[in-house]
T-cell receptor
Framework: DAGVIQSPRHEVTEMGQEVTLRCKPI?????LFWYRQTMMRGLELLIY????????DSGMPEDRFSAKMPNASFSTLKIQPSEPRDSAVYFC???????????????FGPGTRLTVL | KQEVTQIPAALSVPEGENLVLNCSFTDSAIYNLQWFRQDPGKGLTSLLLIQSSQREQTSGRLNASLDKSSGRSTLYIAASQPGDSATYLC??????????FGSGTRLLVRP
């Protein structure tokens, strides 16, 4: 299995531009998570989906951020317009529908390093 | 609000030493506690998952314990090797099934 796939791996953009990050979860996983990692705030959950439905988006910082999961094998995280404070590493993770959420291990992608100038 | 703290923030040991990483959390209402490893520029790899009803889990040279009542967990690494050098992250799954992460312990094992 290729694991969780994220693209691009690196993104450099200018303030005000739209940024779209992409994620392909592991086949058969029904939960997908978007995280952001910064030196100041560590790793934070932004939003997660279960069976393609957004369950909790309370971690999404503001209306500039949006996420979609049109099908079980693809998700996007969009930032419009981007700001320098959005610079971070964004991780996508997916989990296997095991015996219950409490037993599910999350499998992380390699991340997208975003730099907003 | 659940908070997860990891001590120490960084640790440097010579190869072969046994070592302990510490994790504490403020709210004992958790479903599980997980330890992850993160290598520079890479994603996280799950090492061990301890359910709230369990006291410990073992995988090879790694042993993780959980004391839910005191809000503490330890990750024990036996006979450390240079390949163990990485950042180790502790995370608890809260009552809404969200993972709350600590800031990590950066481990360096010197040859």
């Amino acid at each position: 299995d290729a694991g969780v796939i994220q693209s691009p791996r690196h993104e450099v953009t200018e303030m005000g531009q739209e940024v779209t990050l992409r994620c392909k979860p592991i086949s058969g996983h029904n939960s997908l998570f978007w995280y952001r990692q910064t030196m100041m705030r560590g790793l934070e959950l932004l939003i997660y989906f279960n069976n393609n439905v957004p369950i909790d988006d309370s971690g999404m910082p503001e209306d500039r951020f949006s996420a979609k999961m049109p099908n079980a094998s693809f998700s996007t995280l969009k930032i419009q317009p981007s700001e320098p404070r959005d610079s971070a590493v964004y991780f996508c993770a997916s989990s296997f529908p095991g015996q219950g959420a409490s037993t599910d291990t999350q499998y992380f992608g390699p991340g997208t390093r975003l730099t907003v100038l | 609000k659940q908070e997860v703290t990891q001590i120490p923030a960084a640790l440097s040991v010579p190869e072969g030493e046994n070592l302990v990483l510490n994790c504490s959390f403020t709210d004992s209402a958790i479903y599980n506690l997980q330890w992850f490893r993160q290598d520079p520029g890479k994603g996280l790899t799950s090492l061990l998952l301890i359910q709230s009803s369990q006291r410990e889990q073992t995988s090879g040279r790694l042993n993780a314990s959980l004391d839910k009542s005191s809000g503490r967990s330890t990750l024990y690494i036996a006979a450390s090797q240079p390949g163990d050098s990485a950042t180790y992250l502790c995370a608890v799954m809260d009552s809404s099934y969200k993972l709350i992460f600590g800031s990590g312990t950066r481990l360096l094992v010197r040859p």
